[in-house]
């Protein structure tokens, strides 16, 4: 049935599925603001999003499902599609080129002196990240009702507007970055014929949408310096906000609460708390952030026993070697710390790594400082949620390499993310900033942080390929 009027491609799809050992299947919804934001489309336009299985479950949903859409009461209703690509095509396209290169890239994680390396290695993922755009771009071809809008999201999928324009030329076509864009010179490192297939290919869109000014300046800088401009392909900035409404209730309910009770008896009465939530992520610099938390132990002695560092560090790309490294150092670093400073009433760095979405919004609520330190990040939604659920106003420090500065740098501590000397510094401004002040700066921050909720943030993209 090809009447599908809005379409949505991603690679993580809405839901997800575990397969028990007894060979049941259970479905998972997940959240964000794509599944918040395609739901403000009225019952009446048919939509649909396709996502690749990801996992062995996914796998054999697809599989029970016919290749069709996923039943209904998995996904609330919503049609969604998920596409059953060769695991080897997948893992080359996703581990080897989408989070090994392109999102390298736009994050600067290359320790240049011996990476990245273009090699036959290289090709030969490049060319199954290229198959599995095609998957994509014909699967939505396939599905598209006559001139319907088709928003494709992320680095993953960075040749389908182009593959898809050929296929379907009737279609109005988005993409979105979620990332930051390169620096042209960074850029540049990607092979040339690699740097100009991938401009080519968004630019097959009509509209291309990034998360602030600063990334989309920088995708034109590179389009200037490589394919000569960016020819009809219009560029928009929607700074996605959090979801005031979804974040205020699900916070207040009692398993938050029952949360709340136990990092308190963690913290210890009377206690301030410097916390961060992030997935264990490369570019979210959490390292540099318990460094720069031991030298404010070190250079401010005063605030031993009086704070604890929340850290939740959430697992994320185990596929690959470096991710599973860092995720090391976090843990190994943790310790280090608590051994060197603690003492039989205080731990210094409570660190949590399992993935646990009520005790984040605990941890939100009763944060004194929030750490939301990035090497770089194309927005940071942690950092607009903190101060929408905060009880008693939370400091931010914040990154001004997170996209999220454009929007909360006036009422945030900034620091350099490589700083952290500064780091400490800030840390310290803001566990000692007076009551009030941290109050008044949190009221706005929420406004600021909650200005574009998910539903506007979708409907103007769509609206704007009208
Ligand atoms: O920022 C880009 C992005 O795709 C986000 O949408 C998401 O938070 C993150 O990366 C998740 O990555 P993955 O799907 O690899 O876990």
């Not at 310790?335 to 400073?341: F, P």
């Amino acid at each position: 049935m090809a009447s599908a009027q809005v379409l949505v491609a991603s690679n993580r799809g809405p839901v997800s599925y575990a397969r028990g050992a007894d060979g049941t299947l259970e479905a998972r919804r997940g959240g964000g603001g794509l599944v918040s934001g395609l739901s403000a489309i009225g019952p009446d336009t048919d939509s649909l999003w396709v996502c690749s299985a990801l996992g062995d479950g996914d796998r054999e949903a697809v599989r029970r499902a016919g290749g069709g859409d996923l039943p209904d009461a998995d996904t609330g209703g919503r049609r969604v599609r998920m596409l059953d690509i060769d695991p080897d095509v997948h893992s080359d396209a996703y581990n080897g080129i989408a989070n090994s290169v392109l999102w390298f890239v736009h994050h600067l994680l290359y320790q240049t002196p011996l990476e990245p390396v273009f090699d036959a290695e290289f090709r030969r993922q490049w060319a199954a990240y290229e198959t599995y755009n095609r998957l994509f771009a014909r699967a939505l071809a396939d599905q598209a009702g006559p001139g319907a809008a088709v928003l494709v999201q992320d680095y993953h999928l960075a040749l389908v507007p182009g593959m898809l324009r050929e296929l379907r030329p009737d279609l109005r076509i988005g993409h979105f970055s979620h990332t930051p864009w390169a620096p042209v010179d960074y850029f540049r490192m990607l092979p040339d014929d690699i740097a100009e297939q991938l401009l080519r290919g968004m630019l097959g869109a009509d509209r291309l949408g990034f998360l602030t000014r600063r990334w989309a300046d920088a995708f034109a800088a590179c389009c200037e310096a490589v394919v000569g401009g960016t020819g009809d392909t219009e560029l928009g900035v929607h700074g996605l906000g959090a979801d005031a409404d979804f974040l205020r209730e699900r916070s207040r309910r009692p398993d938050v609460a029952e949360r709340m009770a136990a990092l308190r008896e963690q913290i210890g009465p009377g206690r301030r708390t410097v916390v961060r939530v992030d997935r264990t992520e490369l570019s979210k610099n959490i390292v540099r952030g318990l460094h720069a938390y031991r030298a404010l132990l070190d250079e401010h002695p005063e605030w031993r026993e009086r704070v604890v560092h929340l850290a939740f560090a959430y697992p994320s790309r185990q596929d690959l070697a470096v991710y599973r490294a860092y995720t090391e150092e976090v843990s190994r670093l943790a310790a280090e710390i608590n051994e060197a400073y603690g003492t039989p009433g205080w731990t210094p760095v409570v660190l949590h790594v399992e993935d646990d979405f009520a005790r984040s919004l605990a941890a939100y609520r009763i944060a004194d400082v929030a750490l939301v330190n990035p090497v770089r990040d194309g927005m940071n939604l942690v950092a607009k949620e903190v101060p929408v659920v905060s009880d008693h106003g939370c400091v931010l420090v914040l990154s001004r390499e997170a996209g999220a500065y454009a929007e909360l740098g006036a009422d945030a501590l900034v620091v350099n993310p490589y700083d952290v000397t500064g780091t400490a510094r800030a840390l310290h401004e803001a566990l000692t900033m007076p009551d009030d002040e941290r109050a008044e700066r949190t009221r706005r921050l929420s406004s600021a942080a909650t200005a574009l909720p998910p539903e506007k943030w979708f409907l103007d993209q769509l609206h704007a390929l009208d």
